[in-house]
């Protein structure tokens, strides 16, 4: 799945996540800040990850900004943010 353009998922609320996808020239890279980072950062991460790999997204800049989200949740806005991200723009 290619990116084509910026797009997000999700609030900056207690409990979610808010996941920011953009196109990246190569590889993926997942930038997360987290007030559970120091124990639940790499899970974070590793989710975030297995989501892009199976959706088949091999190119991608992923902004995260968790307020202890449940991996349900950062799946569901993973998701999400990377199907808007590979939509193109809306004609006007």
């Known amino acids: 799945m290619d990116i084509k353009r910026e797009a997000m998922a999700g609030t900056l609320e207690s409990s979610d996540i808010c996941v ?3 196109p990246a020239a190569e590889g993926i890279r997942i930038d997360l800040n987290s007030t559970v980072e120091n124990y639940y950062g790499d ?3 590793e989710t975030i990850g297995a989501v892009l790999q199976e959706l088949g ?3 991608a800049l992923v902004s995260a900004v ?4 449940l991996d349900c949740t950062i ?3 993973a998701t ?3 199907k808007r991200a590979s939509r193109e723009e809306p004609q006007k």
């Open 80 to 82: 999400t943010a990377v």
């Open 20 to 22: 920011t996808v953009q």
């Open 43 to 45: 899970s974070i991460r």
């Open 57 to 59: 997204v091999r190119n």
């Open 66 to 69: 968790d307020h202890g989200a």
């Open 75 to 77: 799946r569901a806005r």
